[in-house]
């Protein structure tokens, strides 16, 4: 019995997180009605984004609010997939959002950059914007998921490669969709584009992998 209650005690934390999370939403949905119900619009984003441009928005509220919960979510999926070599507590949870935020923040900084030396600035500004957003909505798009995995332990390898494959499957969709639609601009420096994704994409993910698990 006591090992029970120890158990649903450590497990409070992850309620409290999975709370937040709504009442992040529910504000996000209060704050920003019509770019929240566009963002659910399934045509890979390009109803938000055009509403944001046609009242020259970058960053609103919605964007902030969806910011912290992908990185909460995505930090919580790799906790419970035990891909990570961590402690399953409420100071992992943070020190692994805190490193998100981080290397999403730097990197789209670093490329927004990257975009004003090669004089892209406003391509390579919308590329990143779009990522983010790509990232929230394969976040709120696992999140049921991830709940279920937090209350049923037996089915931890199932969902967990169910979480991995669908994230993973509709940043591919979304992004894939986004860069043929900019084909014409990318035909022009595909050698650029090529090293950008190197360098920028996949060299970020392996690094993050050994930091995380170092």
């Keep these: ?3 029970l209650v120890r158990h649903t005690y450590s497990s ?3 309620s409290f997180i999975y709370l937040a999370i709504l009442i992040l939403i529910v504000s996000a949905k209060y704050i920003n009605t019509n770019e929240f119900y566009l963002f659910f619009k399934f045509d890979f984003l390009r109803s938000y984004f055009a509403e944001k441009k046609r009242f020259k928005q970058q960053i609103i509220w919605f ?11 995505m930090s919580l999926s790799l906790m419970q997939s035990k891909v990570l070599e961590t402690d399953y507590d409420l100071t992992s949870f943070t020190r692994i959002g805190l490193f998100f935020s981080i290397l ?3 990197k789209s900084v670093l490329e927004i950059l990257v975009g004003l030396m ?3 600035s406003y391509l390579i500004t919308d590329y990143v914007l779009f990522k983010i957003a790509s990232l929230g909505y394969a976040s709120l798009l696992i999140l049921p998921l991830s709940a279920v995995l937090t209350y049923n332990k037996s089915l931890t390898n199932e969902l967990s490669f169910v979480i991995f494959v669908l ?10 969709n986004y860069l043929y639609s900019q084909r014409k601009h990318l035909l022009q420096d595909w050698y650029y584009f090529i090293l950008y994704i190197c360098s920028l994409e996949i060299a970020p993910l ?8 170092s």
């Design 12 to 14: 409070d934390w992850i």
């Design 167 to 176: 994230f993973s499957l509709v940043n591919i969709v979304f992004i894939g």
């Design 1 to 3: 019995m006591e090992v």
């Design 104 to 106: 999403i923040l730097s």
């Design 118 to 120: 090669i004089k892209k």
């Design 206 to 213: 392996i690094i993050s992998y050994k930091l995380l698990n």
């Design 63 to 73: 964007d902030l609010i969806l910011f912290i919960i992908t990185t909460s979510v």
